[in-house]
């Protein structure tokens, strides 16, 4: 059996990889984090499948399921939010399986913050504003950030910046990286993006603290940094597309 680490998009059934519905309609298990995921994704598994949420598991609990699939011959669908690249607990998980001798593989999703830049209808690299993107988190009640990732090296890039994990610290946050972007740096904070319920907020660093907490928003949001969410964005021209490139046929 395989145990196939598919990622889940942000959470709307229709924003899955073809590959990750035939996955899913075709394993007679699936382990899915069901704080974050809308429950229509589930409608892609089969009627008869064994639907286990594990967002009360730990990941020794997580792992003996997968051993009892594999036991019993059945390839396995582990659903991870998002993208299994980012925040997905993928190497803890795949190095216990690795353990056990148990095969795996990975199908790609739509990662959290593509989806919030859709949304917003923002591209996150503007030419001659920003060209860079920096994913990262803020660490309260978690695992210890490295302390070259303080969130003052990454404001000093003037990169954007998408936070996850870190909504409840929001006005922490956002004093930090005043220092390295400004007060009136343009920032939005997407709520569960593309499932029912989402919400949107724009603001700056000097005010999205009291928008957020005004919200009661605790979990399952994004929250992206800098210039390139200016509404609108004044940008130069991409030399890609520039009329005046010579372009060899």
Known sequence: MTVHFIGAGPGAA???TVRAVALLGSSPVCLYAGTYLDPQV???????AELIDTQHLNLDQITEHLVRADRAG???ARLCSGDP?????????????????????VTPGVPAYAAAAALLGTEL??????QSVVLTRTQ????AMPESEALVNFAATGATLVLHLAITRIRTLAAELVAGYSPDCPVAVVYRASQPGQLILRGTLAGIADQVEAAELRQAAII??????EDPVSCAESHLYDPARTRHR
């Not at 690249?85 to 593989?105: F, K, M, N, P, V």
């Not at 309260?140 to 695992?143: I, K, L, Y």
């Not at 992206?224 to 969410?229: E, I, M, Q, W």
């Open 14 to 16: 229709d924003l899955l």
């Open 224 to 229: 992206l940094v800098g210039k390139a969410l």
């Open 125 to 130: 690299t503007v030419p001659e504003v920003v």
């Open 140 to 143: 309260a009640r978690s695992t």
């Open 42 to 48: 589930l409608a892609h598994c089969a009627p008869d």
């Open 74 to 76: 059945q390839d396995v």
């Open 85 to 105: 690249s980012i925040y997905s607990a993928l190497t803890e998980q795949t190095r216990r399986l690795d353990a056990h001798g148990i095969a795996w593989d």
